[in-house]
Nanobody, 118 residues
Framework: QVQLVESGGGLVQPGGSLRLSCAVS????????LAWYRQVPGSQRELVAS???????RYSDSVQGRFTISRNIAKNTVDLQMNSLKPEDTGIYYC????????????WGQGTQVTVSS
């Protein structure tokens, strides 16, 4: 069972920056996809950014150009650098890891709260 633990959330003013980090209990390269999702009350969890083991990183339209997902080999984490934050970025951010073979398994962290407010 892969364990994911998020950290780095908090309160930030509009226009500010935060860096989220997700510690992975196994090698980050043992997972085919690492991603960050966001959820606000009353809404479904939405994909914010993903980092496949092979291929290009992807971002939702709402964060493209402002957020960057990266795999930190030294720390064995997947990080999300969030710049130019907006109030609509507020939500609980979840780290997700998927393994595709021999069957698809999905792992989730417990989430970390991000609040963008003045």
């Amino acid at each position: 069972q892969v364990q994911l633990v998020e950290s780095g959330g908090g309160l930030v003013q509009p226009g500010g920056s935060l860096r989220l980090s997700c510690a992975v209990s196994e090698s980050i390269f043992s997972l085919d996809i690492l991603a960050w999702y966001r959820q606000v009350p009353g809404s479904q969890r939405e994909l914010v950014a993903s980092s496949p083991r092979y291929g290009s990183r992807r971002y939702s339209d709402s964060v493209q150009g402002r957020f960057t997902i990266s795999r930190n080999i030294a720390k064995n984490t997947v990080d999300l650098q969030m710049n130019s934050l907006k109030p609509e970025d507020t939500g609980i951010y979840y780290c997700n890891g998927e393994r595709m073979s021999p069957s698809t398994l999905s792992y989730w962290g417990q989430g970390t709260q991000v609040t963008v407010s003045s």
